[in-house]
């Protein structure tokens, strides 16, 4: 018997390890976009919640978001330009106080403002879209995800090692205690109904 607990501890420290994985696999985030004609790749995220990218070249632009909106500070060269929009607008204001914008209608864009020696509003279009993918990754129904994963885990968990699910529920209660081939069944069954709704719950908090 405490060669088969030995066991079944190690399957709970497996389906522990396996949680974590998934957990750290659905993460978002923004990981790269160009920018004038370079690449930037992120380089630090840190808790305040300010990004640091940089190119080949090692030019750095450091983005913080807003509150609550789609709107970004975005320090390039020390020049603090604060850029909201969406795909199909971006409004940015200069370090100097103006303001310019870019509106995208269909295949053609038109825009007005900007300043000399400055980024065109244009330029800083797909650093927004890729902003906003980010956050649109967040704005799934994240308790849903949680609780899917969670209820997969259980029933993959139930169906591969039914054992070692009925000794988390009874087994540690009694000495030299073993699951009955009826318990075993009922587990394997559980735990496919278990992945079943657990999946159907993933994926319906992307809609």
Not at 78 to 94: A, F, L, P, T
Not at 159 to 177: D, H, M, Q, R
Request: charged share 25%; aromatic share 14%; proline share 2%.
């Amino acid at each position: 018997m405490k060669l088969k607990r030995g066991r079944i501890r190690k399957e709970i420290l497996l389906v522990i390890v396996m949680f974590c994985f998934l957990l750290s696999g659905c993460e978002e985030g923004i990981r790269e976009f160009r920018f004038d004609g370079y690449n930037y790749y992120l380089e630090e995220q840190r808790e305040d919640g300010n990004m640091i990218f940089k190119n080949l070249n090692e030019d750095i632009i450091r983005i913080k978001k807003h509150e609550g909106r789609n709107k970004y500070d975005i320090i390039i060269s020390n020049k603090k330009y604060i850029v909201s929009g969406n795909e199909n607008r971006v409004d940015v204001q200069y370090p100097n106080g103006e303001k310019g914008f870019f509106q995208q209608s269909g295949l053609t864009g038109h825009g007005s403002g900007g300043v000399s020696g400055h980024p065109l509003p244009m330029e800083f279009r797909e650093i927004l879209q890729e902003l906003n993918k980010k956050n649109e990754g967040f704005s799934v129904d994240v308790a849903k995800i949680f609780f899917g994963i969670i209820l997969v885990i259980v029933g993959f968990f139930g169906i591969v090692f039914p054992e070692a699910l009925w000794y988390l529920k009874y087994g540690w209660k009694v000495k030299n205690g073993e699951p009955s081939d009826a318990a075993i069944v009922m587990n394997r069954f559980g735990g496919i109904l278990c992945c079943i709704i657990g999946v159907i719950v993933f994926v319906s908090s992307f809609f």
